[in-house]
């Protein structure tokens, strides 16, 4: 046990009797200025100290109500998992009729509410379990216990033929994204409203196709093809020296084992608390040896991005020429899309989480985004519908299913699994956005 651990009584915690009212106000108090400086600094950022100071007591005390920042991040999620909880016990039967709509609208917007109400929580979930061994459990079992529950209502609204369990992650996961875009004011031109009730026409539409489409009549889409999804810088191409040009063969397959072995740590432990320590054992070589080649962690990050920079954007060209009717062609891009994936993921977190980055890292991040989602509405304003559609809430669900749909599924994982969560994952795309059943 840790001097810090022995610090901390039983009879502080949440629900002990003895705590009294003065300790109660004292530990709710630590509990919302941690939230306070969640969102003012970012969970990794903000120091016990910094906690001890906000709220006013010393760092000793602090300790007798919680063990560590960890546990006062855990007790968050539990509160504002809880309320995700409540809501989905609430939610009423579904199906591809008037009523079954109203019951998702209502849900999605009650998910909105919690969402906004607990967002510096929710946008920090990913960052700090990819980190933390202490809350990554938490996450997990939160995230396979709300699935289930989703799961269970698809089941009694008569969704079947695929894995309902997966379904509900892959809503968990692409809802949660959707909203953090909302959050943060990333979408011009469109309310809140607006943002939910596309959002709402697409969901229904990936679990009952067959949904007429007068069931939609009473939404106040802004219909058309316009699509101004984020603030994106103007286009550019970023140009940089070719860093590794000039080395030998031998001196460049040490370069690539670092590299190679960066991507693998960074997707593990996520950028922000990899080591350069966990890098050198991960391609097993000595540490003046990645120095030799990088200056930091934060220069390999770069090497990373300027490389993604030749390989994500043809990724990106060969969605923009997909046909929306093209079943085989978007099966087997959203396989060479996870496969790519699979290297860049922690390069991916990190754009996707808005962390501190070099300006270069950013700006290559930035480009791709931009690009991704010109391709994306690219091949949705492609699709004839007969029902209210939104260019600007269908790519934002796009994206959602594609940045974060894989990762909630298929973390270290078998090829067959993947190949399952990459067929299942095309199956919603094609029936919630290409106006097609999927297969």
Known sequence: MSSEETLRRASYGPNSPQIGRKGARTRQRIIDETLRLFEAKGFHETLVDDIAERSGVSRATLYQYFASKDEIFQELMEECGAALHRVVRRLGPLGPTEQGFDNLHWWLGEWAWVFTKYATMFAQWERVATASAGVRPQVVTFTEIYSHRVAKRLSDSGVSGVDLADVGTILLVAVHRFNY?????AVPGLTDQQLLDGLAVHVQLALF?????????????????????????DAYTPEFPDRFGTLSDRARGTVDRLLDASCRVFSQYGYHMA???DVVREAGVARGTFYKYFTDKADALAAIAEEAWAVLPPVVEDFAALSPGDHEGLLEWMGSYDRVRIRYIGLLRVWLEDQPLDDEVRAIGAEIGRRAALACAAVLNAVERDHPYNATTA???????????????????????????????TWLVERGLLNGRGR
């Open 181 to 185: 875009y909302r959050y943060r004011g």
């Open 209 to 233: 196709p067959e949904t007429p489409a007068e069931v939609f009549v009473a939404l106040d889409l802004d219909v058309g093809e316009s699509v101004g999804v984020v603030r994106w810088p």
């Open 275 to 277: 080591t350069v320590d």
């Open 395 to 425: 790519v934002l669900f796009l994206q959602a299913l594609l940045e974060r749909s894989l990762d909630g599924l298929t973390d270290e994982t078998s090829p067959e699994r993947r190949q399952e969560v990459v067929e299942l994952l």
